[in-house]
Nanobody
Framework: VQLQASGGGLVQAGGSLRLSCAAS????????MAWFRQAPGKERVFVAS??????SYSDSAKGRFIISRDNAGNTMYLQMNSLKPEDTAVYYC???????????WGQGTLVTVSS
């Protein structure tokens, strides 16, 4: 599977953005999918993941972000609401087989939240 992230941009604090991750390959349904982010000068950190109908969120994303996937369209989404300046980062989508590491990464999309 290959991944292509999009949807980043500049938004004011309190606003919303929806990120998309388009996947190629016939085995998309077999992969668990996730979003990570990397702020300037910081390490890449987990944001949210989805496998079938099961989702998981970081504490910072919980209650504000919603991860979803469209298996028919081979696409994963991250709806981000109530954005804060500290959400500013490059957001990466990732995929991995259940029980394995995140082995496939997209190229990243930049989200900038202004105060």
């Amino acid at each position: 599977v290959q991944l292509q992230a999009s949807g980043g941009g500049l938004v004011q604090a309190g606003g919303s953005l929806r990120l998309s991750c388009a996947a190629s390959g016939r085995t998309f349904n077999n992969y668990r999918m996730a979003w990570f982010r990397q702020a300037p000068g910081k390490e890449r950190v987990f944001v949210a993941s989805v496998m079938w109908s099961s989702t998981s969120y970081s504490d910072s994303a919980k209650g504000r972000f919603i991860i979803s996937r469209d298996n028919a369209g081979n696409t994963m989404y991250l709806q981000m609401n109530s954005l804060k300046p500290e959400d500013t980062a490059v957001y990466y989508c990732a995929a991995g087989l259940p029980g394995s590491s995140w082995s496939v990464w997209g190229q990243g999309t930049l989200v900038t939240v202004s105060s």
